[in-house]
């Protein structure tokens, strides 16, 4: 055994970087290894890598390959096929506008659509907001993830994520308002859900019917991500004021990233005849608070889902700009082109005179 402090050990001698690289001191050392691991190409940065060059060629290659496919998908998804495949054109959309024709707090505020075409199939129906900005930075905070799985948090915790809206007497509208006034005891209580996105909860009802008042099923199960489904639960705490796993509530937990969109509320699983519907609203949500608009939509799907005129617009926009950008390097090539040959001639040609004034 080595003395604590002797010369004999290596803790004493310390090896220098570059004795790593000599293998007979490493052996002397008793310590093999610490050559073959000097020796990596790893140590000595020796790595193969691949560094692309993005040539001419390969440059436009990509883009035509994303104007390809932006347009293979944008274009029918638009209705507008080269094709004539019209991915959307079968599908039947029926969307009216209602706060201007319902009070606040009318549980029986009835608008009329007329469906001129047959909606076969499943018939989804959404409601639809305009102006109202879920992608706010504040708005989007304003929440607290691990509550809505059903687990406790501490007020500290409400305070910091779902600031400014964490306790139940921190509420200044809408069904978590009127949960406060009715238990004015628990105001200084941690709010379950808490923040603004969750008391700004969607909460207009809607019932179908046809015109002589035979009722249209409308099922409102099935309409929110499974994974959501499953990860929403509630915790029994007397500040619990909303059902998190009513599935129109996870729906509107999942926010959009427009101003204007439209959430899933229900399906009618059978083909509505043409004729005159009536949609009875429970008119609760106030959007004249921010000047918004609310509409009632119904509507068919195909394979694409429902008509997006925005992403096949974005998707064709994408297509015609990986376009311009391939005309773009090709004009630039030849202009490139153009200018080396010109240089090129210029120096034959400063060659040719010189030999001649030099030659003999």
Known sequence: MYEDYGEDNP???PMHIEDFLDEEKCRQRGAPHLYALAKSNFRQQNMAALRPVPTLCY???VFVLIAAAAFAFGIPILGTSMLKIVMSGDIVEIKERYDNKCAIDDQSCVITINIDKKMEGTVHLYYELHSFFQNNRLYMKSINRKQLKGKSISS?????DCDPVA???SFTYGPAKKFAEERPNTRGQVAYPCGLVAQSFFNDRFAVRTKSGIPVRVDETRIAWSNDVNRFKNY??????QDMSDEHFIVWMRMSAMPDFRKHWGRIEHDLEPGEYEI???NYYD???YSGKKYVVLSTTNAFGGKHYLLGGLLVGIGGLAVVLCVVFLIGYKAKEEKLSLIHICRCRRYAVCRSRWSP
């Open 11 to 13: 803790l004493f001698n």
């Open 59 to 61: 440059s436009i290659s």
């Open 156 to 160: 500290s915790t409400a305070d910091s």
């Open 167 to 169: 306790f139940i007497g």
């Open 236 to 241: 029994g705490a007397p500040g619990n004021w």
């Open 280 to 282: 009875v609203i429970e």
């Open 287 to 289: 959007v004249s608070r």
